[in-house]
C-alpha cells in the first residue's frame, strides 16, 4: 500500500510528521532529574482533555484494553457486580474482559446502532437494593458502529437512583475529538490510548481516576500487579516511573498536547464535527445508511455505513486496499459483511476526507454498488465549501 495515502480506519490514525518527529528520541536515562521534567507536565496537561480539576491522569505502557484491565483489578473485587450495556464490538470486549476477571457482569442487551441505554441503567440501579453493583461500564464511542453515546445521562439515570455505583467511560476513540467532561459527567474513570484522538504511535493507555475511583482501590482486591494504580502515583509523585517509561510516546504525547491547545480543543471537535458532517452528506447522497439509528446517536469520530442488500463490506474493503491502496474500517462483529467504516478522526482536514470518499466511491463502482459515481464527494464539497479551512486546517 502506498505511503502517501491516509488511512481511513478509526484507529491507529494517521501520525502527523511533527508528532513522528516528536518521536523520534535518543535513549534517556529515566531516573536522571530532567525525565521529571518532561513527564510531569504531560499528565498535567492531559487533565485539560479529559476535562478535570479534580481527576488524576495515570498512563501505562499498553493498549486501550490494558487501559480498561487497569480501570477493573484497582476498584473492584472478585465476584462484584458490574452493569454494562451491549450494543458494539467494544462494549462486547469490554464485558469479556471483565466476565475473565471473574466479576458478575451484568448485561443489558442492545441492538447494535442503539446507543447506553440511560433509563435501563436507572432501573437496573433502582432494583438494586443492596447495592450488590458496584461499577456501570459505558463505551462512549462505540467503534464498531459509529454510536456516540449520553454519557451525562448516564449519570443523570445513576443520580436519580441515588445508587453508589462507580462510572467507567471507555473514551478510547473520542478523547480528543470530540467534547469529554469528566468532572461534569461525575465519571470515576475514564479509559483512553495514544493511537486515536492523540495521533501517536499505539503504546499509551491513559487513565483519568477520580477521588471516589482511588478510595475504592483500598478495598479492591482484584489481583494486579503491572497495572497498579499505587505503584504508578507513588513513582509519578516524584517525576518518575516504577518500571521503563514509554518515552518516545511521553514525548510524543507532550508535542500532541501542545498541537491540540494550538488548534485549541473546541476547534478539534468543531474540525471532527465538519469532517464527519461532510462524511454523513456522502453517505445520504449515495442513498446508503448508518449503523448508528439517529442523529442524537452519530459519532463524529467514525461512521458506520451499510452495504446494499445482496453486497458483502468484506468484498469492498478489500478492494478498496487492493486496488487504491486505502484502508477503511470492515464490519466488526455482528457487522461483518453488512457494514464498512469509515474513521475520521485525528490528523484529517476537508481535503483528505474528500480523498478517502472518492476512493470508496470508485471501489463501489468498480463493484456496480447502485450508486452515481461522484455523488457522495460531489455532496460533501457542497458541505465543505460553505466554510473555509480553518488556519489548522491548512496548516496540519
Ligand atoms: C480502539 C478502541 C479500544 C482499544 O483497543 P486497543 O486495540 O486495545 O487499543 C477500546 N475501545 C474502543 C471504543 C476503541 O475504539
Not at 535518543?26 to 496537561?45: C, S
Not at 495515570?58 to 480498561?68: D, K
Not at 482486591?221 to 516504577?242: E, K, V
Not at 453488512?338 to 480523498?355: C, E, N, P, Q, Y
Request: charged letters at 20%; hydrophobic letters at 45%; aromatic letters at 10%.
Amino acid at each position: 500500500m502506498s505511503q502517501q495515502n491516509p488511512v481511513f480506519i478509526p484507529g491507529p490514525t494517521n501520525i502527523p510528521d511533527r508528532l513522528r518527529l516528536a518521536m523520534q528520541v535518543q535513549t534517556q536515562d529515566h531516573r536522571a532529574p530532567d525525565f521529571v521534567e518532561t513527564f510531569a507536565p504531560v499528565l498535567e496537561d492531559t487533565k485539560k482533555v479529559f476535562g478535570t480539576d479534580q481527576g488524576q491522569v495515570i498512563t501505562f505502557p499498553a493498549s486501550g484494553t490494558g487501559g480498561w484491565e487497569a480501570a477493573v483489578t484497582n476498584t473492584l473485587s472478585p465476584g462484584d457486580a458490574v452493569l454494562v450495556a451491549r450494543y458494539g464490538m467494544f462494549s462486547h470486549r469490554w464485558i469479556d474482559l471483565c466476565q475473565r476477571h471473574g466479576l458478575d457482569v451484568r448485561i443489558i442487551e442492545c441492538p447494535w446502532g442503539s446507543g447506553a441505554p440511560a433509563q435501563k441503567f436507572a432501573e437496573a440501579l433502582a432494583a438494586d437494593n443492596s447495592h450488590e453493583i458496584k461499577a456501570v461500564l459505558v463505551t462512549h464511542n462505540e467503534t464498531a458502529t459509529g454510536v456516540r453515546s449520553d454519557i451525562a445521562a448516564v449519570r443523570k439515570a445513576m443520580d436519580a437512583s441515588t445508587h453508589p455505583a462507580l462510572l467507567f467511560v471507555d473514551c478510547v476513540s473520542s478523547l480528543a475529538s470530540m467534547p469529554f467532561e469528566f468532572d461534569d459527567w461525575g465519571v470515576d474513570i475514564a479509559v483512553s490510548g495514544s493511537q486515536k484522538g492523540f495521533m501517536l504511535a499505539t503504546g499509551m493507555a491513559i487513565l483519568c481516576v477520580s477521588p471516589k475511583a482511588l478510595a475504592a482501590m483500598e478495598t479492591a482486591n482484584l489481583p494486579r500487579t503491572f497495572f497498579d494504580f499505587r505503584d504508578m502515583m507513588n513513582a509519578n509523585a516524584s517525576g518518575g516511573f516504577p518500571y521503563t517509561p514509554p518515552l518516545q510516546l511521553i514525548y510524543g504525547m507532550r508535542e500532541s498536547l501542545k498541537m491540540l491547545f494550538e488548534e485549541g480543543l473546541d476547534n478539534v471537535y468543531a474540525r471532527h464535527f465538519r469532517l464527519a458532517e461532510g462524511v454523513r452528506k456522502a453517505t445520504s447522497a449515495w442513498g446508503l445508511e448508518l449503523v448508528a439509528q439517529s442523529p442524537d446517536l452519530y459519532s463524529d469520530t467514525v461512521s458506520a455505513i451499510f452495504v446494499p442488500d445482496g453486497f458483502d463490506s468484506n468484498a469492498l474493503t478489500d478492494h478498496a486496499f487492493n486496488a487504491y491502496g486505502v484502508s477503511f474500517g470492515i464490519g466488526l462483529g455482528e457487522m461483518n459483511g453488512k457494514a464498512f467504516r469509515i474513521g475520521h478522526l485525528g490528523s484529517l482536514t476537508d481535503v483528505m476526507v474528500l480523498s478517502g470518499l472518492a476512493t470508496i466511491e470508485m471501489a463501489m463502482a468498480d463493484l456496480d454498488y447502485p450508486i452515481e459515481l461522484g455523488s457522495g464527494v460531489a455532496a460533501a464539497q457542497a458541505y465543505f465549501r460553505v466554510g473555509h479551512a480553518t488556519p489548522m486546517q491548512s496548516a496540519a
